[in-house]
């Protein structure tokens, strides 16, 4: 794949693109924020559980 093709093709897909609309846009923040507290939710209990099972260490 050479430079022209893939300009070519980035060129075709920005054609295609179009702006999201105020409610579209807000569920996606809404997803990614709910995405990013599932995550960090993930990493609190691993971190307390770890430190639950160190023993010795408080």
Do not use: D
């Amino acid at each position: 794949m050479g430079l022209r093709s893939f300009l070519s093709r980035c060129s075709r897909t920005l054609k295609l693109a179009i702006k999201p609309g105020k409610s579209e846009l807000w569920l996606s923040i809404k997803i990614c924020f709910l995405g990013i507290g599932v995550v960090g939710l993930i990493g609190y209990v691993i971190k307390v559980i770890s430190s639950v099972l160190q023993p010795g260490r408080m």
